[in-house]
């Protein structure tokens, strides 16, 4: 559970939390912005900055998505109405983005997977990916890829200071 403050270049974004595995377990392959349907307790917990997406995927059920595995603890100065930390929470998208969403993630090896969690102009959001396993060769691949990247960009940055 990773506490944060963090404000995107245009301001009216603040994060709360990031799947950072499922860049690396997923090759995302498309994105969407959705609401989240939250108890008060979940809000104040949330902006105080906990929440954790790890081990979190969503499934569509009945023309509904939910989002399934996310863990917003209890609120600390809540009391015995608090909630539940890992309870199934609905997403709040439009029939045609549902429609869209569902028939990728049902093609096989495909899975909807939670990126980030943040506030948009106070507005808890989520936003999802359509993501295609990796195997382990290309988990290699991508991470000979960043370290390759990340050497160019030293050595780039050791040259304009001299």
């Known amino acids: 559970m990773a506490k944060s ?3 995107d270049a245009d301001g009216g974004l603040v994060n709360i939390c990031r799947n950072r595995r499922a860049t690396h377990d997923y090759e995302i392959a498309d994105r969407l912005e959705c609401g989240i349907v939250l108890v008060g307790t979940e809000v104040k ?3 105080e900055g906990y929440g954790n997406l790890d081990d979190a995927y969503a499934k569509v059920e009945r023309d509904e998505v939910w989002l399934v595995g996310a ?3 209890e609120y ?11 309870r199934p929470r609905k997403l709040l998208l439009h029939r045609r983005e549902i429609a869209k969403f569902a028939g990728k993630a049902s093609e096989r090896g495909f899975t909807l ?3 980030r969690m943040y506030f948009k102009d106070g507005r808890a959001k989520v936003e999802l990916g359509v993501g295609k396993g990796k195997q382990a060769h290309d988990k ?3 991470m000979k890829t960043a370290d390759a990247k990340r050497d160019i960009a030293r050595a780039m940055a050791s040259r304009k200071r001299k």
Do not use: Y
């Open 140 to 142: 290699r691949q991508s």
């Open 113 to 115: 997977v939670p990126l």
């Open 5 to 7: 403050d963090k404000k």
């Open 76 to 86: 600390t100065h809540g009391n015995r109405l608090n909630h539940q930390p890992k």
């Open 45 to 47: 917990s949330l902006r």
């Open 71 to 73: 863990e917003i603890p």
